[in-house]
């Protein structure tokens, strides 16, 4: 593996990502959810949580979406279109697949986060709530979820068709950010529910870290240790699915 | 020297390629022939590193093919290949070429001429997407010489061109012969496979057949005539 190969791959993957002319209708149409603020903002009468909260939702949701669609075959299209002989017939590896591919595609989910996080921030200012940096580390957040996520499509992607990558990478995103509740009701009914949830909360990722939206809006302070602990958390978890699928592509019969 | 030893390859029960063994001497054009199904592809997928045999090696200039160092010295063309589409055919051979550590610096002079070699340098700046049949099959021929390989590995690269683009790429293979070049190839077209080729082999369900010179094998008869008799010798 080299770093010059998973460069050239990513830089690659970034543009080939950046140029398909659906995620320009994608973040079109999550600019102009994220401008609905400025509706709300009047039926709200100015109120700056419900401005904010809605705001954030937004660009999280728009975001995801946007990766999901981008990322559910970037594996799978390589090996059934068979783009992958051309990479990998010169002395290029599969780690450098996996991790340019990786990048590549993160690359790509940031800069359509940003891009409608800009929205958002200008929205925000022109309600009068000035630069929202509180809001901006709720993105900085939710772009080391997405860096968790774009390698759990990956994997996906190396193991599944896009349907099925879909539906899983849903399923996950929704208990990753179910579980901490489910943990603390369950906690009232105990027996065999219990035991379940609580297996499924330590095996399953646990999405809620990366959000403090809630703790941003109202204004809880922040601090930079359960910042520095998430973005470890996302590595940790990235680094577990890539390797799985590395290996899976790697045993896979071009 | 390509040398390939008592190849094999399962899918499932079936041996898709099953013992074949091939020396090719360097500067050889070398025609790989065979009905649909017969191995040929999977063949050269493991002359080129993309499929890990089950038994048997292959090495190319002395080394394994599953070598990084190797696939520096080698080219290949895939069959009816797909490109991302999203990019321009330059953009695309720059990036063919940059996954060459001895070739990162080549120019974009260099990667012109060659597109100009092959006859697509009017379209480089237009996406991949737009191209023709016959175009692709150019700029897959071209990214497999974008490191200036000593072998070249060309599944079927006669496939989807027009007479005249077909005389083009026959005359690059020929002017490839002449630099010095080994040239291993896949082709159902036996007219031409004639013509390019110094030696040729036959497979069929998995197993090869023949190998050796073109004239030995034709002995005065035309090759395809030459070639459905020994399928048919075997079938019997």
Do not use: W
Request: hydrophobic residues 45%; proline residues 3%.
């Amino acid at each position: 593996m080299t770093v010059h190969n998973v460069f050239v791959i990513t830089k690659n993957t970034f543009k080939e990502t950046i140029r398909d002319r659906i995620l320009y209708g994608l973040v079109a149409f999550g600019a102009l959810f994220i401008l609905l603020d400025l509706f709300l903002a009047k039926l709200s009468l100015g109120d700056m949580v419900m401005i904010k909260s809605f705001g954030l939702a937004g660009v999280y949701l728009i975001g995801t979406i946007i990766t999901v669609f981008l990322g559910a075959s970037i594996i799978y299209r390589e090996v059934e279109k068979r783009t992958l002989y051309f990479v990998l017939s010169k002395p290029a590896s599969y780690g450098d697949v996996i991790l340019g591919k990786f990048f590549g595609l993160y690359g790509a989910a940031i800069l359509t986060v940003l891009l409608m996080a800009a929205v958002y921030l200008g929205v925000v200012l022109y309600q009068g709530g000035g630069f929202d940096a509180r809001g901006f580390v709720a993105i900085l957040y939710q772009l080391l979820e997405a860096g968790f996520f774009v390698a759990l499509l990956t994997f996906l992607s190396a193991i599944s068709t896009p349907l099925t990558s879909t539906i899983a990478a849903a399923l996950i995103l929704f208990s990753g950010h179910f579980m901490s509740t489910a943990v603390e009701n369950v906690k009232r009914i105990g027996g065999f529910t219990k035991t379940f949830i609580d297996a499924a909360y330590y095996l399953l990722p646990n999405l809620e870290k990366f959000n403090v939206r809630n703790v941003v809006v109202h204004h809880v302070p922040l601090s930079l240790e359960p910042f520095i602990l998430s973005a470890a958390y996302a590595a940790f978890y990235a680094a577990v699915l890539l390797y799985f699928a590395y290996a899976f592509l790697k045993r896979k019969e071009l | 020297m390509i040398e390939i030893k008592d190849l094999k390859k399962m899918y499932g029960r079936r041996a898709v390629v099953d013992g074949v063994s091939l020396v090719i001497e360097k500067n050889k054009v070398f025609g790989f022939l065979g009905q649909n199904g017969a191995g040929k592809t999977t063949a050269m997928k493991m002359m080129v590193g993309l499929l890990r045999p089950d038994a048997g090696s292959v090495s190319i200039a002395g080394r394994s093919v599953l070598e990084s160092e190797t696939r520096e010295i080698i080219g290949f063309m895939p069959e009816a290949p797909y490109f991302y589409e999203r990019l321009t055919g330059f953009e695309f051979l720059k990036f063919c070429g940059d996954l060459f550590p001895r070739h990162r610096k080549k120019t974009g002079a260099e990667y012109e001429a060659l597109l100009k070699k092959v006859g697509i340098f009017e379209a480089k700046d237009a996406p991949i997407r737009n191209y023709s049949k016959g175009m692709k099959q150019r700029l897959g021929f071209a990214q497999s010489l974008v490191n200036d390989p000593e072998y070249v590995f060309l599944d079927e690269p006669l496939d989807g061109l027009d007479p005249i683009g077909r005389r083009e790429i026959k005359e690059i293979i020929k002017l490839l012969k002449q630099e010095g070049r080994t040239i291993f190839l896949n082709s159902h077209i036996l007219y031409d496979t004639e013509e390019l080729c110094d030696e040729v082999g036959v497979i069929h369900k998995g197993k090869l057949l023949y190998a050796g010179s073109v004239k030995d094998f034709c002995s005065g008869k035309p090759l395809e005539d030459q070639f459905i008799a020994t399928v048919e010798a075997h079938n019997k």
